[in-house]
Every structure is written in C-alpha cells, then in structure tokens.
C-alpha cells in the first residue's frame, strides 16, 4: 500500500502575516487533578503578534472526575475558545488525537499534555520558526537547550534516544527528541496525513508520515521539561517502547 497525503501548499514563509489562530489539542485520561491547572496555563500563555488559542479537549472515557472538571472549567471561563469532545469508550491517547486533529481549524496546530510535564508558556518558542517564515514543522526537545529539565530515569533517557535514533534512520531525519509531546504542525499538513496509531505509536507514526512530504520543513527546537514519576501520574511503560520500535519498522520500512 502506497503512503497517502492530499496536495498541501507549502506556504509557512508567509504566515508572519497571515498567522491569526493556533489550535491547541489536549488528550485527557484521568487528568481530573491537573487539567484544570494546566488549562489555566494555557489560558495565560502568550502568544505573539495577537495569535488567538483554539483550545481542543478530548476526554478519552476517563473514569475519575475529569470530565466534570472540564465542564466547570468552561462554565467559569466562558470567553475561552474550549472545544470539548468526548470518547464513548477509552480507545487511547492516538485515537484521542486523531478526534482533535479533525476538529482543528488553526492554521497551526500543537499538542499539549494535561499532566503538566511541558509548560505552556514556552509555545512561543515553538512558534518563532514559524513566524520566522522558515517552519512547517517544529518539535519540542527535551535534550537540546538551556531550560530546566526534571531529572528522574536513566533507562527512559537512554531508551527514548534509542527510538529516536532508530526513528531517524528510517526518516532521514536528525531529530534529538522524537518522543516528544511538544509537536506543531501546519494543520493542513498534519490533517493530510493518514494516521491509523491509536495509542503511544502515534509519535513515531505521524514523525515517519509527516518527513515524507515534499519539501516540508521540520525544525526542532529547546524546550523545559518537568517530567513526573509513576506515583505521580505517569502512563507511558515499556510495552509502549516495544510498540514504538514496531511502528518505526513499519511506517519505516513500509510506506502504509
């Protein structure tokens, strides 16, 4: 099977003046005790040059209170541009991007995390080779730059350099952190593209898809990190990492 994009124009030089609204998706499972602290993030980022947020929530069938969390949220902040979708059952953190990235309608798009490991404010890092005209795609790296950084496991780092390593040796690329959430896209390109991952193979998935397209343009940038332990919330384990290896050989190898 041949891998499929429809035609995108190629046209981020001129966003500097053209740029008016960011979407912001945020996949949230069991995120009751942190959404609301990072929306309030969101909601005080600054963003340059008047861009407007279009903040994108898809709850993926969470069982704690984080659904009526949101909701109380909207009600309290009804000049906030939240659009929130939810899942009839928990189908993973791909499928829940997947919604978001359909609904999008910013001509740059960003995903955000609900558990406050990436801070908000640093979009406009991520925004400036955009705005700088030389951008269509930019990530967010957690190895490269000065910022804070949490420090916590040894065999992540060293795994995740691993899949990024083996990520790169497929795509051509020379990314530092592939398994980064920090991504943004232009969102014509990233709605152009055929994603099928469902869960954590989304990030070697879309990395492998979006490099295919011609002439795109992929810068990666320094951000923080403030990463949390397992008691504190975190998810992704090692069945994610073999998952990862197995969509890197096959978005690598086989144009799906």
Same mark, same amino acid.
């Given at each position: 099977?041949?891998?499929?994009?429809?035609?995108? #124009?190629?046209?981020? $030089?001129?966003f500097s003046n053209q740029m008016n609204k960011l979407s912001i998706i945020?996949?949230?499972?069991?995120e009751a005790v942190t959404v609301g602290l990072l929306l309030d993030k969101?909601?005080?980022?600054?963003?340059?040059?008047?861009?407007?947020?279009?903040?994108?929530?898809?709850? $993926?069938?969470?069982? $704690?209170?984080?659904?009526?969390?949101?909701?109380?949220?909207?009600?309290?902040?009804?000049?906030?541009?939240?659009?929130?979708?939810?899942?009839?059952?928990?189908?993973?953190?791909? #499928?829940?991007?997947?919604?978001?990235?359909?609904?999008?309608?910013?001509?740059?798009?960003?995903?955000?995390?609900?558990?406050?490991?990436?801070? !908000?404010?640093?979009?406009?890092?991520?925004?400036?080779?955009?705005?700088?005209?030389?951008? $269509?795609?930019?990530?967010?790296?957690?190895?490269?730059?000065?910022?804070?950084?949490?420090?916590?496991?040894? @065999?992540?780092?060293?795994?995740?350099?691993?899949?990024?390593?083996?990520?790169?040796?497929f795509s051509n690329l020379n990314l530092t952190d592939m398994e980064t959430?920090?991504?943004?896209?232009?969102?014509?390109?990233?709605?152009?593209?055929?994603?099928?991952?469902?869960?954590?193979?989304?990030?070697?998935?879309?990395?492998?898809?979006?490099?295919?397209? !011609?002439?795109?343009?992929?810068?990666?940038?320094?951000?923080?990190?403030?990463?949390?332990?397992?008691?504190?919330?975190?998810?992704?384990? @090692?069945?994610?990492?073999?998952? #990862?290896?197995?969509?890197?050989?096959?978005?690598?190898?086989?144009?799906?």
């Amino acid at each position: 099977m041949q891998f499929r994009y429809r035609n995108v #124009a190629l046209c981020s $030089d001129t966003f500097s003046n053209q740029m008016n609204k960011l979407s912001i998706i945020i996949p949230v499972y069991n995120e009751a005790v942190t959404v609301g602290l990072l929306l309030d993030k969101v909601k005080t980022a600054d963003l340059p040059n008047g861009i407007m947020k279009e903040i994108i929530i898809v709850n $993926d069938c969470s069982t $704690d209170s984080t659904s009526e969390s949101i909701k109380k949220y909207r009600i309290e902040n009804p000049n906030l541009n939240i659009q929130f979708f939810e899942h009839p059952k928990n189908m993973g953190k791909g #499928a829940a991007l997947h919604t978001g990235i359909s609904k999008a309608s910013g001509e740059f798009t960003v995903i955000q995390d609900a558990d406050l490991e990436y801070d !908000p404010n640093e979009y406009k890092i991520l925004l400036q080779p955009v705005l700088d005209g030389f951008a $269509d795609v930019v990530y967010g790296s957690r190895f490269m730059g000065g910022n804070a950084h949490r420090v916590l496991f040894f @065999w992540h780092t060293i795994g995740n350099k691993f899949l990024t390593t083996t990520s790169n040796m497929f795509s051509n690329l020379n990314l530092t952190d592939m398994e980064t959430c920090y991504k943004m896209f232009n969102t014509k390109m990233l709605q152009s593209l055929v994603l099928k991952e469902k869960r954590f193979g989304f990030e070697p998935e879309v990395t492998a898809k979006i490099s295919r397209i !011609p002439k795109v343009r992929i810068y990666e940038v320094g951000i923080s990190y403030y990463g949390r332990t397992y008691d504190e919330g975190k998810k992704i384990n @090692w069945k994610d990492g073999f998952r #990862a290896i197995f969509c890197i050989l096959k978005y690598g190898l086989f144009k799906l």
